[in-house]
């Protein structure tokens, strides 16, 4: 068999592949868009592939990267099995991302594809694009989101996708070109990390807090420790571009996130990488984004005492009283407001609403619901006949489930629980899904909307 | 590093030299159907990278991502992104000037994807685009592809 028939018989092979992944449950949604997209994929890499010369090496090498990719898309379908994933919060993400994601190349386009599936580690959070420029073979994009298998039912940590879809909506053109000049024109346009130069002499500098100089030591060997590259700092204000985008997309839930899950990994707070700038930066850019949001005015505004005082911790839980240290405070309250002005007018024009904080009325009963163990809904527990239950945006859901799971009360537990029950986390987490789960289903069938 | 990935490698240069060899062919004689649409989506896709200077070789890795220990090998072991990707602006750039030396980027990309969607739905682009427009798009397609046919290596 020379390799031109063998890569033939792979296109068969990923097809039959196909079929049979398909024929199984693998998660809700659009498994006929896939099926249709990779069968006319297979079909135009076939053409190509029949005619060329057997010889003609070049070719063949770009057809075996086009058949072993197609290969690992059906392989990653065939592991997303809808049991492993939070599919209620996946299908508000979706309809998040999707307007992001959208390419705008024909008036009649469809949309993007979005699939799932779990993967092992904690470092498993991810949108996979197909950014890729070197791709032959694309006709609607495929968007792959990726969750960590053991939070399959951490829904308040999966307010971090709001990064992700910063990362996705880099990739459409139109979009990089508003978010280089918009968002982090005015984000570079002063400040330590304008310059490698710069940025490298922020790093070095004398005032820099000691776990800095610490890591700087420790590293002194691998340059990315000593100096700042151009691409390096291109990573980084790309890191926080998207650190911007979790938070007008998903509110306080994506700071909580944030902290959650960028701390376990990195306790100090204060490591950088080639493609990461230190958390102390990113966490003193939301302080300074959350004050011009108006967080506080919002916590101090809130009637309720018990609420405000649970907002008011949650605040300093997750973003701190205190205004950032000088040497990480990287950006002027200015270049914030302008950045995040502009991306919120960019996420309107496509249709993706920033998220606004709740008013009281929606946000106090989703909190009380919780607090008695009940899924935070806009489900009308009053049993009336004809219950009015009520439209809540998914993201207020998270942000009670946070709220609550900074009280005290839930962090204290009588001992005779199981270990699982003890988890108090873990259960609010769960009401919260269901929570998602239920205001899906008002979402889908509101009260008087007949079939 | 597995035996099959230490094969992978840019490609940019020889997919849209493909790309635009069919293109010609389709201009030739359309035919509509799903593979004209793929290679036409993916051809607009190209042009409107073009259009708002936004080439990346590769996706940001996830947030958590860059803590593991195993990215950050891989990371110190990847290479930056090749001439080959960076290969196809210069071609697009030449095509450009070759064909369509008096128009702005926008409104180059803008008449070219408007033809392409013509293309795609099968419709006889002579009723909707005049001839000349049509010579132009099959002349800078034919441009591109040999721009990057030259680069081989």
């Known amino acids: ?451 | 590093m597995t035996l099959l990935s230490m094969y992978k490698r840019d490609d940019s240069r020889n997919v849209y030299r493909i790309l635009a060899d069919q293109a010609v062919k389709y201009i030739d004689h359309p035919t509509g159907g799903s593979e004209a649409r793929i290679l036409f989506t993916n051809l607009s896709r190209l042009l409107e990278r073009y259009r708002y200077d936004a080439f990346f070789s590769h996706g940001a890795p996830g947030i958590l991502e860059v803590f593991s220990k195993e990215h950050r090998a891989q990371h110190a072991d990847r290479a930056e992104p090749t001439p080959k990707t960076l290969d196809v602006i210069p071609a697009l750039e030449k095509a450009h000037e070759t064909v369509y030396k008096t128009l702005s980027k926008d409104d180059l990309v803008q008449r070219l994807q408007e033809l392409l969607v013509t293309l795609a739905e099968n419709q006889a682009p002579g009723e909707s685009h005049p001839n000349n427009e049509i010579k132009n798009a099959r002349l800078f397609f034919v441009t591109l592809a040999e721009t990057l046919d030259e680069r081989r290596t």
């Open chain 1, 1 to 451: 068999m020379n390799p031109k028939e063998f890569l033939l018989h792979e296109c068969r092979n990923v097809r039959s592949a196909l079929r049979e992944v398909l024929r199984h449950d693998y998660s809700a949604g659009s498994s006929k868009d896939f099926y249709t997209e990779f069968c006319e994929r297979l079909d135009f890499l076939e053409s190509l592939l029949k005619p060329v010369d057997p010889t003609d090496i070049r070719m063949l090498e770009t057809f075996a990267d086009e058949v072993s990719m197609l290969s690992m898309f059906v392989h990653q379908i065939e592991r997303s099995h809808s049991g492993e994933f939070p599919w209620p919060f996946t299908e508000y993400l979706t309809e998040l991302a999707t307007p992001l994601c959208k390419e705008n190349l024909t008036q009649n386009e469809g949309k993007p594809i979005i699939r799932v599936y779990a993967e092992g580690g904690l470092y498993s959070y991810k949108i996979n694009l197909e950014a890729d420029l070197s791709v032959l073979n694309v006709g609607r994009r495929i968007f792959t989101i990726v969750f960590p298998r053991t939070l399959k039912h951490h829904v308040l940590l999966h307010a971090i996708f709001g990064h992700e879809v910063g990362h996705a909506a880099w990739t459409i053109p139109k979009h990089n070109s508003d978010l280089r000049g918009k968002v982090l024109g005015p984000l570079r346009s002063a400040g330590p990390l304008t310059s490698t130069s710069q940025a490298t002499h922020w790093l070095r500098n004398a005032e820099a807090p000691a776990e800095i100089e610490d890591l700087r030591k420790q590293y002194e060997a691998e340059p990315i420790y000593t100096v700042v590259d151009t691409t390096q700092l291109s990573y980084w204000f790309q890191e926080f571009m998207c650190d911007l985008f979790g938070l007008v997309t998903f509110g306080p839930s994506f700071i909580a996130a944030h902290k959650t899950l960028l701390l376990a990994l990195d306790p100090t707070g204060h490591r950088w990488g080639p493609e990461h700038p230190p958390y102390i930066c990113r966490r003193a850019m939301l302080w300074r984004a959350c004050q011009h949001l108006g967080w506080n005015d919002y916590v101090k505004a809130v009637k309720d005492t018990q609420l405000r005082s649970d907002l008011q911790t949650f605040l300093e839980t997750y973003l701190g009283s205190n205004a950032p240290g000088e040497w990480e405070d990287v950006f002027t309250s200015g270049q914030i407001a302008t950045a995040l002005d502009a991306l919120k007018a960019i996420l309107e024009s496509v249709g993706c609403p920033p998220y606004a904080l709740p008013d009281e009325t929606t946000l106090l009963p989703l909190v009380r619901m919780l607090s008695d163990g009940i899924p935070p809904c806009g489900s009308d527990l009053s049993g009336t006949v004809k219950p009015a239950n009520r439209k809540v945006d998914f993201r207020h859901i998270l942000f009670g489930g946070w709220v609550v799971a900074e009280k005290p009360a839930a962090r204290e537990s009588d001992g005779e629980e199981d270990e699982e029950e003890k988890d108090q986390f873990l259960q609010i987490n769960k009401l919260c899904e269901l929570g998602l789960l239920q205001q899906r289903a008002i979402d889908m069938h509101p009260a008087g909307k007949k079939e």
